[in-house]
């Protein structure tokens, strides 16, 4: 394979590799050099899984372990390795974006309990009993 086809250098990677999960059983592991690249690749240009070139293997491989390791939080002591942060933030924020909502969202069946009856509504002014 290509030089270029590794998003880490051979220092990170020597870094790194100590922190990846081993003695999985079943079908023998792809190399987690091409696999963690093709995540990179992924990561770093926002295509579809089903887009990753076929050089870092099979799309589906990449995506499991990428799914795979982020429940068991591998990916968390990977960046803590490479930068001294884990990459967790403490804070978060939403964006304004609105979201068209149902008429009928607000309420229950039938809207509001409270509601004027035809008589008062067109008269325009409350009534009070003293």
């Known amino acids: 394979m290509a030089k270029t086809l ?27 050099r091409r696999v963690i690249s093709g995540i990179l690749h992924m990561l770093r240009t926002g295509a579809r899984w089903r887009d990753c070139p076929s050089e870092y293997g099979p799309y589906t491989t990449i995506y499991n372990r990428f799914n795979r390791w982020s429940k068991q939080g591998v990916w968390e002591d990977v960046f803590y390795v490479l930068s001294g942060s884990s990459g967790v933030v403490g804070t978060t924020s939403a964006d304004s974006t609105s979201i068209k909502a149902h008429r009928s969202a607000s309420g229950g069946k039938g809207g509001s309990l409270r509601r004027r009856s035809d008589d008062h509504a067109a008269d325009g002014r409350p009534r009070f009993m003293p």
């Open 6 to 32: 590794y998003w880490l250098s051979d220092d990170e990677w020597a870094a790194i590799q100590p922190h990846l999960p081993t003695g999985r059983r079943g079908a023998r592991r792809v190399d987690d």
